[in-house]
């Protein structure tokens, strides 16, 4: 064998052996450009669902916190609505004259008279417009003066010194005591609940 030949020989399996390489090399490089797409692809999937999840969070959110704000005008806004009623119903009541008025001044004193049979001075306030009603209708009770007006929109407010009792019968005790009793039905009639 001649030294060509060998060189020959050694150059044909230098070349085969950098063929093998390249071709290993060309299939890993394959294997990791496919591995990166595979990666690439996982990744862009995980970003698409985790913006889709970010954007119903967010959408979630925003439809509660509409639904809340919602809520929270129309309980206002009926909040509104039953303070007029109780402002009407105020006036109405503050406007009741003549004989109506005496009448449900003197069931209301009578009520609160029965707290004082034992005391020797009562004396009953009411609404200072009402001063000469009171006058009237303390006549019919012995030991029983009118004091001084009170803040209300009429009936009577009743005390005596000896027995550090007051009674408060006024019309504004009264409606205060069939508004909170009846203001859930208030409520249903006035927004048909």
Request: proline residues 1%; contains cysteine; hydrophobic residues 35%.
């Amino acid at each position: 064998m001649s030294l060509d030949t060998v060189v020959e020989d050694i150059r044909d399996e230098a070349r085969a052996r950098a063929e093998d390489i390249r071709s290993e090399g060309e299939e890993r490089a394959e294997e990791i450009v496919s591995e990166a797409e595979r990666d690439a692809e996982e990744i862009r999937e995980e970003a698409e669902r985790d913006v889709k999840r970010t954007i119903e969070q967010e959408r979630e959110q925003k439809l509660s916190s509409a639904k809340l704000e919602a809520k929270q005008k129309r309980l206002e806004a009926r909040r509104e609505v039953l303070e007029e009623v109780r402002d009407d119903v105020e006036a109405q009541i503050a406007a009741i004259d003549g004989d109506e008025r005496e009448e449900l001044t003197r069931a209301l004193l009578d009520a609160a008279a029965e707290e004082f049979e034992d005391a020797d001075t009562v004396v009953v306030h009411g609404r200072a417009d009402d001063e000469e009603l009171l006058e009237t209708v303390v006549e019919d009770y012995d030991g029983f003066d009118v004091g001084e007006p009170t803040d209300c929109l009429g009936g009577v407010v009743v005390d005596a010194e000896e027995s550090r009792v007051r009674v408060n019968n006024t019309f504004d005790s009264v409606l205060e005591e069939v508004w909170d009793d009846n203001l859930r039905d208030i409520s249903a009639r006035l927004f048909e609940e």
